[in-house]
């Protein structure tokens, strides 16, 4: 058993677990964390996309009374019907655009320098996006609930839920951000910060199994039980770490905005263009 790559597997976890529900890209953070520790080939790049499920899991585990609650309900409940279909119409756009640009994209843009511009237009994207919802709503109204047009998730449309599944196929580019792109352009869509943020983890769950699914089928031949160490531990310290994560996150933002985050896009994203072009780190792709 190769301890170091263990050691690899859990600090690959770790990032994903905290970067998978904020707005600063977990696929960008990740490509650019097993650039340092020298992992590449078919497998990390496997292993990048299955650690996803187990910050999907943490978010079920999360919502699980909500979870159940929709199941139980789905045949007869309006309400759980119409939860269930909007996050399946959410959906469907990730999986159309995802197979049919996705080899383009990882062929061309899973290195770190398109990863670091897409942070740095994320980042503005943000600011723009918090400058607009501030204007509109008040400064004293921090979490955005008071005034939105969609105030609760029950409450949002098929229309709401198509526009945010539409927003979410941007972030096949690396360092775009799944969940900022959901909950940016949810707040955009005229959803509360709390809705957006909430339905963006909501919208994880099939958009991550699915991700995490079809690349492990995909690569399946590429694939040993040697691996399985590897992907357990990641998986594991992914769902710790997500778990902590996310119910930081909903303490977050009843009070505070995505601003810092738009600005750590930027200066993080600065720091890599800095370093790439100057030879001071020599990123692996």
């Known amino acids: 058993m190769d301890l170091i790559l263990l050691g690899k597997a859990a600090v690959m976890g770790v990032v994903e677990g905290l970067t998978e529900f904020l707005p600063v890209s977990s696929t960008g953070h990740l490509i ?31 919502y699980r009374l909500r979870l159940q609650t929709t199941l139980a309900g789905i ?11 909007n996050v399946l119409i959410a959906f469907i756009p990730a999986v159309v655009f995802g197979l049919l640009l996705g080899k383009i994209i990882k062929e061309q843009l ?20 918090e ?26 449309s098929w229309l709401d839920a198509l526009k945010v599944g539409l927003v979410q196929c941007l972030a096949l580019i690396p360092g775009t951000s799944r969940s900022g792109a959901t909950i940016i352009g949810g707040m955009l869509f005229g959803l509360s910060r709390k809705v957006a943020t909430e339905f963006s983890f909501y919208l994880a769950i099939p958009t991550l199994i699915g991700a995490g699914a079809y690349s492990v089928f995909k690569e399946r031949n ?14 594991l310290f992914s769902f710790i770490f997500a778990l902590l994560c996310i119910r930081w996150l909903i ?14 896009r930027i200066a993080f994203g600065g720091l890599i263009l800095l370093t790439a072009t100057t030879g001071m780190v020599q990123w692996v792709d």
């Open 222 to 235: 590429a694939l040993s039980l040697n691996d399985a160490p590897m992907f357990a531990v990641g998986f």
């Open 75 to 85: 045949a007869s409940e309006i309400s759980a019907q119409r939860f269930a279909r």
């Open 131 to 156: 400058r607009r919802h501030h204007a509109l709503y008040g400064a004293r109204d921090e979490a955005g609930t008071r005034q939105a047009r969609v105030e609760t998730v029950d409450a949002m």
């Open 110 to 129: 899973f290195h770190p320098v398109p990863v670091a511009i897409a942070f740095i237009v994320g980042g503005l994207i943000i600011l723009w996006v």
């Open 32 to 62: 650019l964390t097993a650039s340092l520790l020298g992992l590449k080939g078919g497998v990390t790049k496997t292993f990048e996309v299955a650690i996803q499920t187990g910050a999907m899991l943490a978010v079920m585990w999360e």
């Open 251 to 264: 303490r977050y933002i009843s009070t505070h905005d995505f601003t810092w985050f738009a600005w750590y």
